[in-house]
């Protein structure tokens, strides 16, 4: 099968429509519109969630009718999507999508082939999917089921207790030093008992319908857990694919994203306004993603007084739901020092390729790490959970990239790191001395030096979607595999 003759379909509820639609605007070029109508983008309906009992059972009965050729109606949009003739050959859902994975397998049987997508650091697969020999946790259903039959516990608690509880043991993740389990845990756990009991038991064994793994994360970043990822897949016959980064780089990839906020003309007349006072690579760009913001929100008052102090200009996205409405103490402080914009969502990777920006502040998501990687800006890590702290430490320790905020720790973070046997004070004290030291040596020499090294791997990350590159070479040789 050529590759001019796939055709896509992508299941999406109401509240992420118009936003994928977005996004496949900025991943094609005008010339391409070819392409870009053989993806479909279909709604189950406006559950605001992808996990609910509800959009799994729309879903399964949409690939019901997607494997028998019949039509499809968005619920979004009303329109009904005729499908000509087709040959389904290979599924491609969220490795954490569970039940639309078993449902695709119920469905299409032996006939399709489903590869799962694991959309975050490759090395965080080892913390949750793989089997004992390699570090991760194993069978955990299994495992929860001993422990409910021999303690009686309820089996949501035994899954938190083997998953999200630490101990004190010791990991040897794939190209990281060695960390203590509790190091994973920087900040109070977002993670429910619930939501862990309905996914985490049933992702060992959802591994066992998928033919392979896609994982997103460039191969020249985490290369020792890519190559672990190939061996321990390939021992049960499964393949591993790199395809990161995906970061869109279309002659319309910044308008349409500045397009998605109203804010957008703002930020750009503040962005040009920085550069043309403070200079290139002066500007401090700020965002813990859509979901992740400070347990204790003076933390970050705190660091951003430091901020302000030292006379750096920033840019703060607060898009989190609990960061919606900002003091209006704070808000105030900021429109008096003249050299801040607060925005309740920022296009990111436009201002990453601002020249006025020098340093981003994030939770070492990993889709933040890989657009600050590829637009060669280094990072300071704030990190909460799952990926996170694994990205913070290869950014720091590793790669030498950017630094890890230690101060900002709570909870279990608050236990001394295996690295170093550094032990974080704990004190809003502390987190300033600490936020002087990092912005300091960040806008400095020591952080020059950082910039060089995220360059000379910015470089290799262009050349992952280039001919003989390890990206192209892996979807070339799944697409010859159709």
């Known amino acids: 099968m050529r590759p001019q003759a796939l055709y896509i379909t992508l299941f999406v509820t109401d509240a992420f429509f118009d936003r994928v639609l977005h996004e496949l605007a900025r991943s094609f070029e005008t010339l391409d519109e070819a392409c870009i109508h053989k993806v479909r983008v279909i709604s189950l309906g406006n559950d605001p969630a992808l996990t609910t009992e509800v959009v799994d059972e729309g879903f399964e009965r949409a690939c019901k009718k997607l494997f028998a050729g019949e039509a499809l109606q968005c619920a979004k949009t009303g329109k009904v999507h005729a499908l000509r003739t087709l040959i389904i050959k290979f599924n491609i859902p969220q490795f954490f999508a569970v039940n639309p994975i078993t449902a695709i397998s119920r469905v299409g049987g032996k006939s399709v082939h489903i590869f799962a997508w694991f959309s975050g650091m490759t090395t965080a697969a080892f913390m949750v999917i793989a089997p004992e020999k390699y570090g991760g946790p194993g069978n955990v259903r299994e495992k929860a089921e001993a422990q409910v039959k021999k303690t009686g516990i309820p089996f949501e608690d035994a899954v938190h207790d083997i998953l999200f509880t630490p101990k004190g043991k010791i990991h040897h993740f794939p190209g990281l030093p060695p960390m203590y389990d509790y190091e994973l845990y920087p900040q109070d756990s977002a993670h429910t008992s619930r939501f862990a009991a309905q996914t985490f038991p049933r992702m060992h064994e959802t591994l066992d319908l998928c033919q392979g793994i896609f994982f997103n994360s460039p191969a020249s970043y985490e290369s020792e857990a890519f190559e672990q990822a190939r061996m321990w897949l390939g021992e049960t016959g499964r393949s591993a694919y790199a395809c990161g980064p995906l970061v869109p780089h279309t002659s319309i990839a910044k308008l349409n994203e500045v397009g998605q906020t109203m804010k957008g003309a703002e930020i750009m007349k503040f962005l040009d306004t920085t550069l043309r006072k403070a200079g290139e690579k002066s500007l401090l760009y700020i965002s813990f993603g859509s979901m992740y913001w400070p347990g204790s929100p003076e933390t970050l008052w705190a660091f951003l007084d430091i901020v302000m102090e030292l006379h750096i200009p920033f840019l703060l996205s607060h898009a989190a739901p609990r960061a919606a409405i900002l003091p209006d103490e704070f808000v105030q402080k900021v429109q008096a020092y003249g050299k801040g914009f607060l925005s309740p969502w920022a296009p990111q990777q436009t201002i990453l390729e601002h020249p006025a920006t020098g340093w981003f502040l994030t939770h070492g998501g990993h889709n933040s790490v890989v657009e600050s990687i590829s637009a060669g800006v280094p990072m300071i890590a704030w990190p909460f959970h799952a990926d996170q702290p694994l990205n913070a430490v290869r950014i ?69 979607w280039e001919e003989g590159g390890t990206a192209w070479k892996d979807i070339h040789a799944f697409l010859d595999s159709l």
Do not use: M
């Open 396 to 464: 720091s320790e590793v790669l030498g990239i950017g630094y890890e905020l230690i101060e900002v720790r709570t909870g279990h973070g608050l236990h001394p790191l295996h690295r170093n046997g550094r032990k974080p004070v704990g004190t809003i004290d502390a987190l300033k001395a600490e936020a002087n030291d990092v912005l300091r040596k960040a806008f400095g020499d020591d952080g020059a030096q950082k910039r060089e090294k995220v360059l000379a791997l910015k470089q290799s990350f262009d050349q992952e």
